[in-house]
């Protein structure tokens, strides 16, 4: 059985370390499913002080090109519990710039 392991980002537009950030997610467990909750556009500019330079629509599109991500999707509002609990990860793996 794979072990569903789930990360949290802006991801406007991907580079290198992102991608290092999802190997080393999914070498969290041998056999490893990496879900991608991309943050919506109201809560980038909420936490970064402005929007992203891509629409939440056109990251999530970006995002599922990786061949390193089983399945994107796009985190709460105001709620982020909900969309959490609805995928059930067994490990939520955060950047080194993530907050806890």
């Known amino acids: 059985m794979k072990s569903r ?3 949290f980002g802006t991801f ?8 290092n ?10 056999k490893s499913f ?7 556009d109201r809560n980038v500019l909420k936490i970064k002080g402005n929007s992203p ?3 939440e629509k056109k990251r999530i599109a970006l ?7 089983d399945k994107v999707v796009l ?5 982020h519990i909900p969309h959490i609990i ?4 067994d490990i939520i793996a955060l950047g080194y710039d993530q907050k806890a």
């Open 86 to 89: 609805k995928e059930y990860p």
């Open 63 to 69: 995002i599922k090109k990786c061949k390193l991500v």
């Open 12 to 19: 406007d537009g991907v580079h290198k370390g992102h991608l």
């Open 21 to 30: 950030f999802f190997k080393q997610a999914r070498k969290l467990a041998p």
């Open 53 to 55: 330079v891509l629409s």
């Open 5 to 7: 392991i789930m990360v």
């Open 34 to 40: 990496l879900i991608v909750s991309v943050a919506r």
């Open 75 to 79: 985190s709460g509002v105001r709620n």
